[in-house]
T-cell receptor, first 113, second 112 residues
Framework: DTGVSQDPRHKITKRGQNVTFRCDPI?????LYWYRQTLGQGPEFLTY????????KSRLLSDRFSAERPKGSFSTLEIQRTEQGDSAMYLC???????????FGDGTRLSIL | DQQVKQNSPSLSVQEGRISILNCDYT??????FLWYKKYPAEGPTFLIS?????DKNEDGRFTVFLNKSAKHLSLHIVPSQPGDSAVYFC???????????FGRGTSLIVHP
């Protein structure tokens, strides 16, 4: 079963460092999403790709955040100059066409020291 | 402002009984609704969905009811099993959008 895969599962870093997360979606899915989830909250949308095109970005995605999906397959999410408030679970999801539901990975938990 | 509200942070139910999880929404443009289940240390897993043209959708032990006039939906699990213990997220999206808005979740505990 090749579901959505995220790497790493956990990342601990010092404030001010840059971090990069990777997401490998389900291979036949052309849509890819990034979410952030903090304790007691549901997933909050960050950004969305259709194939390699980044079609939508949330206002939550500050200038320190950048996401890419260079060949329409895997995606990376980079956070520059990390801050305490960036500590969260970062979830990736993918979906096919129409109203097909999103399939989520198990997330990358980021802890900022 | 929360457009999708799950007002009960937790729910405790006896095994074999019915679990009812509630969700309210404020955006009248929402026309497609989903429920996800999440176990600890795992990502959310899609459970069941309903379009606004229906008022009920059933899949095995899981049934979702939609009351458009009240902007309310509920997930019924019958009979509840200990393996159903998880956090349940309600999500909603509007036509033309691929991005659902999630509620904060309800933690369901099913006691043996």
């Amino acid at each position: 079963d090749t579901g959505v895969s995220q790497d790493p599962r956990h990342k601990i870093t010092k404030r001010g460092q840059n971090v990069t997360f990777r997401c490998d979606p389900i291979s036949e899915h052309n849509r890819l999403y990034w979410y952030r989830q903090t304790l007691g909250q549901g997933p909050e949308f960050l950004t969305y790709f259709q194939n390699e095109a980044q079609l939508e970005k949330s206002r939550l995605l500050s200038d320190r955040f950048s996401a890419e999906r260079p060949k329409g397959s895997f995606s990376t999410l980079e956070i520059q100059r990390t801050e305490q408030g960036d500590s969260a679970m970062y979830l990736c999801a993918s979906s096919g066409s129409g109203n097909q539901p999103q399939h989520f990975g198990d997330g990358t938990r980021l802890s900022i020291l | 402002d929360q457009q999708v509200k799950q007002n009960s942070p937790s729910l405790s139910v006896q095994e074999g009984r019915i679990s009812i999880l509630n969700c309210d929404y404020t955006n009248s443009m929402f026309d497609y609704f989903l429920w996800y289940k999440k176990y600890p240390a795992e990502g959310p897993t899609f459970l069941i969905s309903i379009s606004s043209i229906k008022d009920k959708n059933e899949d095995g032990r899981f049934t979702v009811f939609l009351n458009k006039s009240a902007k309310h939906l509920s997930l019924h699990i019958v009979p509840s099993q200990p393996g159903d213990s998880a956090v349940y997220f309600c999500a909603a999206k509007s036509g033309g959008s691929y991005i659902p808005t999630f509620g904060r979740g309800t933690s369901l505990i099913v006691h043996p």
